[in-house]
């Protein structure tokens, strides 16, 4: 998958702006958002590939979100996010193509019904 680096570093920079801006009593109003959101896309990084998978609109909305308080950080999560997007569609277009294979050999005969319903689950299972 993608380098979680990016990721790490918008959450790490993300975070030290909050923290920066929390010195200023205005600051509190982006600055606690900031950590927020930075916790999130650290943490993010330290989960497996699935898992960032099911979190990807939060990885963009948090990146939005950086674009307007913390440039870096924002860009840093989009690349990272636009990077995901494409694994992704790569990812379901392997399990298509996976399954279409396993019908083609279930048509043919050389797999039984049970085996081709076995396969197909754990196939489905994974996406």
């Given at each position: 998958?993608?380098?979680?680096?990016?990721?790490?570093?918008?959450?790490i920079i993300g975070i030290v702006l909050g923290i920066i801006s929390c010195l200023l009593i205005i600051g509190?109003?982006?600055g606690i958002p900031m950590i927020i959101g930075g916790y999130k896309l650290y943490d993010y990084s330290n989960m497996t590939d699935a898992e960032i998978l099911t979190h990807k609109n939060s990885v963009l909305a948090w990146s939005i979100?950086?674009?307007f308080f913390s440039?870096?950080?924002?860009?840093?999560?989009?690349i990272?996010?636009?990077?995901l997007t494409s694994i992704s569609n790569k990812t379901n277009y392997n399990y298509k193509e996976e399954l279409?294979?396993?019908?083609?050999?279930?048509?043919?005969g050389i797999l039984t019904e049970e085996e081709y319903q076995n396969k197909?689950?754990?196939?489905?299972e994974r996406i």
């Amino acid at each position: 998958m993608s380098d979680k680096s990016l990721l790490k570093a918008a959450g790490i920079i993300g975070i030290v702006l909050g923290i920066i801006s929390c010195l200023l009593i205005i600051g509190l109003i982006w600055g606690i958002p900031m950590i927020i959101g930075g916790y999130k896309l650290y943490d993010y990084s330290n989960m497996t590939d699935a898992e960032i998978l099911t979190h990807k609109n939060s990885v963009l909305a948090w990146s939005i979100f950086f674009i307007f308080f913390s440039f870096i950080s924002g860009i840093l999560g989009l690349i990272y996010y636009f990077g995901l997007t494409s694994i992704s569609n790569k990812t379901n277009y392997n399990y298509k193509e996976e399954l279409e294979n396993l019908k083609q050999l279930y048509d043919e005969g050389i797999l039984t019904e049970e085996e081709y319903q076995n396969k197909k689950e754990n196939i489905l299972e994974r996406i």
